[in-house]
């Protein structure tokens, strides 16, 4: 596996409550990505990052934030989690450019809002 | 905008019997589509990119522009081969995924 690692694996927390997962890389890969993945709905794009402090907004950007103050590491925060964001959410990372097309994946967070 | 779909959220077979797993997409461009597996309590990783007309694990898949479409097929399915698939369009370093089909190869 890319030394790709997601934290915490497992999390259960309350509506209204602020969450952060962290997915923390040691590729030093450019292209970091967060995604949500939804039975019928497959993986949907969160957030990513092409860069230390640059970020964009993906398909379903609503209720999320992220950050990348280094390379390594790309946080995704829920600043009040709602039950419509329990989800499985996958971290991936990207060398980025025509040369290097794949997407790696963390081993995912399950999150669950009661 | 891009779209991928995958008809199928089920697909069944016995073991040995041939598999097609459909994708098709939308896309102004020129596409780049690749198939992502994820097998039980694994990480999703990639299957095979149409740009390397590989064949891996037995599976192929065609880049049909005239239907776009980009079905993966294997003549005869194997039981390791159950898991959840995502077809998968690229543009600009992003990844726009199908909704999945989980294939079951039954013994």
């Known amino acids: 596996d890319a030394g790709i690692t997601q934290s915490p694996r497992h999390k259960v927390t309350e509506t209204g409550t602020p969450v952060t997962l962290r997915c923390h890389q040691t590729e030093n890969h450019r292209y970091m990505y967060w995604y949500r993945q939804d039975p019928g709905h497959g993986l949907r794009l969160i957030h990513y990052?092409?860069?230390?402090?640059?970020?964009d907004k993906g398909e379903v950007s609503d209720g999320y934030s992220v950050s990348r103050s280094k390379t390594e590491d790309f946080l995704l925060t829920l600043e009040s989690a709602t039950s419509s964001q329990t989800s499985v959410y996958f971290c991936?990372?990207?060398?980025?450019?025509?040369?290097?097309?794949?997407?790696?994946f963390g081993p995912g967070t399950r999150l669950t809002v009661l | 905008a891009q779209r991928v779909t995958q008809p199928e959220k089920l697909l069944s077979v016995f073991k040995g019997a041939p598999v097609e797993l459909k994708c098709n997409y939308s896309y102004s461009g020129s596409p780049e589509l690749f198939w992502y597996v994820q097998y039980s309590r694994q990480r999703l990783q990639l299957l095979l990119r149409h740009i390397s007309r590989e064949s891996i694990k037995g599976f192929t898949a065609d880049l049909n522009k005239g239907e776009t479409s980009f079905h993966l097929k294997k003549p005869f399915a194997q039981e390791e081969d159950s898991a959840m698939y995502y077809c998968a369009l690229r543009r600009r370093n992003m990844l726009t995924f199908g909704g999945g089909t989980r294939l079951m190869v039954k013994p």
């Open positions: 990052s092409y860069g230390v402090k640059d970020t």
């Open positions: 991936a990372i990207s060398e980025g450019g025509e040369g290097a097309r794949e997407q790696f």
